[in-house]
Structure formats: structure tokens, C-alpha cells
């Protein structure tokens, strides 16, 4: 089923999230949900706070980023109760990001090029991986979401500064997307 993508304004983007156990009810027709939500939106990753949920949970397939990063092809994870760790050897690449609940916006940031992830996949098996390159970008970006953070948190005070008013739209609900969404009440 493809559900809402809660847009920014939302408090849920701004919540702690919380782990979730293998009893979290209906779990793997979530995961489906979610995969199927970010597949309909044209999106290569989707938390759960992006779907109302506080949870610690990630969907990413950047299979579609293949062509222009060939070690994307066919990485799709399903990370549960991650944690990351910034591996502060590898240098900081600025890049372009944009996201499903920030639509209509793309803004440069800096992000390390290499991270450390422990995670539980579906099966609640344990992993342990170094990342690097644009796939560390999608999981640092992903990850934000858990701990309440938005890519727009990290674009320069100028830049903030110049995007408030396309924000402040968002927020408002003065904002078309060809997905679902579901967006702050209006007043």
C-alpha cells in the first residue's frame, strides 16, 4: 500500500526515534509499504519518520542511480535500528540532495564520503559495513531523519536564509507533488 509522505512542517520529521523489536506489529507489511511508498515517489530511500512513524527504520534501492554511480547497482538494504559512525579519515565531498518530504527543493551538502554502519536487516540478522561514496551520502541522509535532522539543516545560513520562503510554502501546504503526501494542517 503506498502511504502519505509527510511533508516538512510535520513535527514527526523532528521527533527521537525509537527502536522497534522483531514483535513490532506487521512489520514486514510495513517494510513492503515503505519500499512501495519510495518506489511510487520516484525516491531511492524512505525512513519511517517520512511515513509518520517514530522509528528506526530505513528503506534504500539506488539500483535507479546506477548509470551514473555503477556501484549502486542492485544495493537495496532495509536497515533496522541503525547506528552510524562518521569515519573522519575520508574527506567531505559537497553534493546536491534533495528529498521526498522537502519537494520542489534541491540544495548542496557537505557530507563525509565514508561512514561506519551497524544495523538489523528484516530478519533482525546483525551487519556491520563501511560505506562510502554516494551510497554513504543516501544512508547519512536517511539517517538524519531518525535523529530529526533535514537536509535543509545543513545547507549554509545564507542558503537557509534564501529557501525559507519555498520552506515556509511547504509548511503551509502551498505545494504540488505528483505523490502522495500528507501535509500540516492548515489553520
Known sequence: M????????????????EEITPDYPDLKKLIADMYETMYASDGVGLAAPQIGLPIRLIVIDADVLKDTFPELEGIKLTLINPELDVLED???VSRAEGCLSVPGLSENVVRHEKVLLNWL??????????????????IQHEYDHLEGTLYVDRVSPI?????????NNIAAGKVRCDYKVKQVKKH
Open 2 to 17: 503506498i502511504l502519505p509522505v509527510y511533508l516538512y512542517g510535520q513535527p514527526v520529521l523532528r521527533q527521537e526515534t
Open 159 to 167: 542558503r537557509k536564509q534564501l529557501i525559507r520562503g519555498k520552506l
Open 90 to 92: 575520508g574527506p567531505k
Open 121 to 138: 536487516d528484516e530478519n533482525f540478522e546483525e551487519h556491520e559495513q563501511v560505506f562510502e561514496g554516494f551510497l554513504s551520502r543516501i
